[in-house]
């Protein structure tokens, strides 16, 4: 039993989605689909759960995660209902769902908030620079402090939280199951996926889905390389070679792929391109100013001149508390952990059914 | 007796001669009584083979003439053709199959083949001995149609025939014409109301001469046949003169105590027993309807146009056909179907569209405004288990389109469609997807598995297990359940008793044949129209009657009509009128006559089809079927049952 509820519907179109209505239900979406299958059939269902409105239906479901949006489906929808924007959009409606904060969907519904967020994020760090508290070579340690406690809060109290409701909607409301053998014998999807994204290559049959699974796979690395180079190994202020030259090295991957992507955003030649919400063009500009930011600031300490221009340091760390405190915990960021965990969790279904 | 008979044995091309002997065929034929000339051809149907054949008749004074060739469906007209060009009549010729009956089926077994053709064509040459020329039978035709109903597609063949210079009598039972679309809003594709079709066709009917027409009035009796009917019609009074005074008439239908359900809306509304015309009725005169009437005279009190006194009429006219327009009902739902007569908010698609029609800034049903619609389709139609196996047609897009049309007029309102497949074909499909792209939303059951109506809590629910949806059980919280109902016939048995004119599994009228004769009725005269003849919409409606009025118009344009004079025939000397062929015949086609003082059967030819099936109830064989004489067939039977 569900109950139909067309509300449901006007609400995801917030979250990005159009013309899924159009929808006459004739299934040569999920018939082209190269990563559906019998037992796990989409995204016509997913279609057809927005357009009744059965939101239970969507909410336990971990089918959005499991497309990796080749267009294919949009391309040959005869009704032009475009059913690749809708799994998109269902992404961004899920990732509030499992929000315990509901900022999630507060960000996603309005721009405005996030633009809100940003500009108090300048003020803050503005603020703190020029009302003398730090100097600059403080100003960059507790730049550095930052960048280790907000990874370790934003993980434990938003991340956490949401992966533990994400488990309880989509596998323990659903299948009731728990058992240490098999959620331990199923990590392995978890940590392949997290890793590889592998699924992108059976996802599309297009080459272009497999150059862009390669310049993700380097933008994935690359960015958890140079978390780990800046915060770890204190990138700015090493004086190891080798730390210095990966720090370059990976930077410069990150702002080289998302400037890739940004332009990619621009020409809208593919379909999961055309259409573009505004935490998709956040999330990509943020990362390429914090790849590029970063690059420059270690140029200007190599070159010694960041103490007469330290608005360098400045725009870097803005951009970084925006994508640490906004983007990483609210926003597009979240796909990367959901993505895998979805993986690990049908796997875990999967056995339960079994 | 024929003895100077023609036989050609045709090749074929080798289609024939390839499997059959055909020089043995004849030879073999040659030596049969009468037969004077026997010859093959190659091709029978081309056209030097043809003259060749009449030149032959003509030179050997040829009485009767055999083709053994393809099947009869092929070439008889062919051949029948070759046989007056030379002079001959046409039932002088007897056809032979000696190619779908023998060389094709026997091509494995030439001998037995050539063995099988040689006793066919002497069959043939056996009848063709005894054939008789038979004229066809000539009737003086009146040149003037009867249509009965005067909705779309009554009115639209009237103005047809009409323009054809043909005198129409238009027949409509009810006070009003327009039939159905005067009840209808605005109609797909063409945003055009019902009223401003009615009022068009309307204008072009009273302002045509040829067209005479007659309100409340029904055919009561009908004698004749193709050519010349003759038709009893009762008129029903309006009780109201034609020159009325506006105030007064108010006022009279104002003091009418009685209040009766009003048929227009059907039923969502009342009217009074005296009852002025809709806005979309035409003639525009009120009218007294006598079975609710309790003659207190009220009315006639205030108004002295009013007559309570006026009579009924009977008015007999002839006509050479009659062209049936009767249109259909919508099908109205059993008690507690979805929830119908149960639930109040469970409605009809006909009292929905009337529903907002008459609403303005709001829809509200039963004091309550309406934000979410449900409608159930195929109510009465493609039934599981009811008689009425057929689809409608016209109801999917009906609905879809006034589910639009309610979008515009009303907003925000939920529109939930449970449907069994929709079917909007053609150009309608533009509306289906218009109603998907603005968010209204499709659900489907499956045949064996129909949605449910139910009422909680002052809630009324549907619930379907969607096929769309795995079968999930969806539930729809709605505020008003419109049932789409589909066509049935007109309640009008009288009218087929009248005419005979036969129904087929549906109920509705049939025709000849669906595809080759689509408006013709086995009862020669009598055509059919509109949804009469089974569910259409008004474009289709409309084309079947254009096809209705130009078939009528080839049996009445001209003074005389020919008949196929394949009839029975009976022998006065024989018959001792027991009745029995009477009773048989399907068509009316024999009666009871006085002849030299004695009782005996006769038959109207322009009526019999020539079935024969009286042939065998008579006890003394007094009846024989022309061109199908006992001779003639016994003679047939001899020469297959004895080889050469």
Redesign the interface.
């Known amino acids: ?4 509820d ?1 509300k449901f ?2 609400k995801l179109k917030k979250y990005g989605a159009i ?1 899924f ?5 004739c299934g040569t979406c999920t018939a082209v689909c190269d990563l559906a299958n019998k037992d796990v059939s989409f995204p016509r ?1 997913m279609v ?2 927005s ?2 409105g ?1 939101s239970e ?1 969507v909410k336990s479901s971990l089918k959005p995660w499991l497309c990796y949006y080749c267009g294919e489906c949009t391309t040959f929808c005869p ?1 032009e209902a475009k059913p690749g924007e809708l799994m998109m959009s269902l992404r961004r409606y899920l990732t509030s769902r499992y929000d315990w904060t509901g900022l999630s969907g507060v960000f996603y519904r309005n721009t405005v908030a996030y633009i809100i967020g940003f500009l108090l994020i300048i003020a803050g760090v503005l603020g703190l620079y020029f009302s003398n508290i730090f100097d600059q070579e403080e100003m960059m340690h507790y730049g550095h402090y930052f960048e280790m406690f907000a990874i370790a809060g934003v993980f434990a109290f938003i991340l956490l939280p949401n992966i533990i409701r994400m488990w309880k909607y989509t596998v323990w409301d659903t299948v009731k199951f728990f058992n240490i053998k098999v959620y331990f014998g199923s990590l392995k999807e978890l940590l392949v996926h997290m890793f590889t994204q592998k699924r992108t290559l059976s996802c599309g049959t297009e080459r272009e889905n497999k150059v862009w699974w390669i310049q993700h796979l380097v933008l994935v690395i690359g960015y958890m390389s140079l978390l780990v180079i800046t915060v770890f190994l204190d990138w700015f202020s090493t004086d190891y070679m080798v730390v210095n030259l990966a720090g370059y090295l990976v930077s410069f991957f990150i702002f080289a792929i998302t400037f890739l992507f940004i332009i990619k955003r621009v020409k809208k030649k593919d379909e999961k391109t055309t259409f573009s919400h505004p935490s998709d063009w956040f999330f990509v500009i943020w990362l390429f100013f914090m790849g590029f930011s970063a690059f420059l600031v270690r140029i200007f300490v190599d070159l010694d001149i960041l103490e007469n221009n330290f608005w360098m340091y400045l725009f870097h760390i803005i951009i970084l508390v925006q994508w640490a405190l906004i983007i990483v915990p609210f926003g597009k960021w979240t796909h990367f952990l959901y993505r895998s965990f979805a993986m690990y969790f049908d796997d875990i279904v999967t056995k339960a059914n079994k | 007796m024929k003895t100077k008979i023609g036989v050609y044995i045709c090749h074929c091309g080798g289609n024939i001669s390839d499997y059959v002997d055909v020089e043995k065929v004849k030879e073999a034929v040659a030596k049969e009584d009468g037969v004077l000339m026997s010859r093959t051809t190659v091709f029978a149907c081309a056209d030097s083979s043809q003259n060749e054949m009449i030149a032959d008749i003509k030179e050997n004074n040829i009485e009767a003439l055999v083709v053994a060739s393809c099947s009869p469906k092929l070439h008889l007209p062919t051949f029948q053709a070759v046989a007056e060009r030379a002079g001959l009549n046409k039932f002088n010729y007897v056809h032979a199959n000696i190619r779908e009956q023998v060389s094709w089926p026997h091509s494995d077994d030439k001998e037995g083949a050539t063995a099988k053709a040689i006793q066919i064509v002497r069959a043939a040459i056996a009848k063709v001995r005894l054939s008789e020329a038979i004229e066809p039978v000539e009737i003086k035709t009146q040149q003037s149609v009867l249509v009965i109903g005067a909705g779309v597609a009554g009115m639209k063949a009237a103005t047809s025939l009409s323009k054809m210079g043909i005198k129409v009598h238009l027949v409509e039972k009810e006070h009003f014409i327009g039939g159905r679309i005067s009840h209808w809003d605005v109609l797909c594709t063409t945003d055009e109301t019902g009223k401003e079709l009615v009022t068009r066709l309307y204008n072009e009917i009273i302002t045509d001469k040829n067209i005479t027409l007659y309100t409340g009035t029904e055919l009561v009796e009908s004698a004749g046949s193709k050519g010349d009917f003759k038709a009893k019609l009762k008129v029903t009074p309006r009780y109201v003169k034609d020159m009325c005074d506006k105030d007064a008439l108010a006022k009279a239908i104002d003091v009418c105590p009685v209040e009766v359900k009003d048929e227009f809306n059907f039923n969502i509304t009342t009217r009074k027993a005296i009852y002025h015309n809709f806005p979309s009725e035409y003639p525009q005169a009120a009218v007294i309807d006598m079975k609710n009437c309790t003659r207190c005279g009220e009315c006639e009190k205030i108004c002295k146009f009013i007559d309570l006194n006026q009579q009924e009429e009977n008015v007999e006219i002839r006509v050479g056909t009659i062209l049936v327009a009767t249109g259909f009902d919508p099908y109205t739902p059993q008690s507690s179907e979805f929830g119908y007569d149960v639930i109040d908010n469970v409605i009809t698609l006909p009292q929905f569209k009337r529903l907002v029609a008459n609403s303005d800034k709001e829809l509200v049903w039963n004091n309550k405004k309406i934000n979410s619609i449900s409608y159930i389709y195929c109510v009465g139609s493609r039934q599981p288990e009811g008689e009425n196996k057929y689809c409608s047609r016209y109801c999917c897009t009906t609905t879809i389109y006034s589910a639009i049309k309610t979008a515009e007029k009303f907003a925000g309102i939920n529109q939930y469609h449970i449907t069994r497949g929709v079917r909007t074909y053609g150009k309608q499909e533009a509306l289906y997807f218009k109603a998907l792209k603005s968010g209204q939303v499709f659900l489907q059951s499956a045949d064996d598995d129909l949605p449910k109506v139910e009422s909680k809590n002052n809630q009324t629910i549907v619930k379907v297990n969607d096929v769309l949806t795995n079968k999930q059980n969806i539930e729809i919280e709605t505020d008003l359940v419109v049932l789409v109902t589909g066509m049935v016939p007109r309640k009008n048995a009288n009218i087929s008793e009248i005419l005979k004119i036969p129904k087929g599994r549906d109920s509705f009228y049939n025709e000849i044949h669906m595809k080759l004769r689509p408006v013709e009725t086995v009862i020669d005269g009598v055509t059919i129209a509109g949804a009469s003849q089974g569910p259409k919409n008004v474009v289709e409606s409309i084309n079947s009657a254009l096809s209705a009025a130009i078939k009528s118009y080839s049996f009445v344009c001209n003074d005389t009509l020919m008949v196929e004079p394949l009839v029975a025939e009976i022998d006065s000397d024989l018959c001792t009128w027991c009745g029995d062929c009477q009773d048989i015949c399907e068509f009316d086609a024999i009666s009871k006559v006085q002849l030299d003082g004695k009782d005996v059967a006769q038959v109207n030819f322009s009526v019999c089809k020539g079935c024969g099936h009286c042939l065998p109830v008579c006890k003394t064989n007094a009846i024989q079927l022309k061109n199908f004489s006992d001779d003639e067939v016994e003679h047939m039977i001899d020469v297959l049952a004895n080889e050469i």
């Not at chain 1, 039993?1 to 139909?4: C, D, G, I, P, S």
């Not at chain 1, 209505?21 to 239900?25: D, E, K, L, S, V």
């Open positions: 039993m569900a109950k139909t067309l519907g006007k013309d209505n159009a929808c006459y239900n269902n057809r759960a357009v009744l059965t239906d009704q």
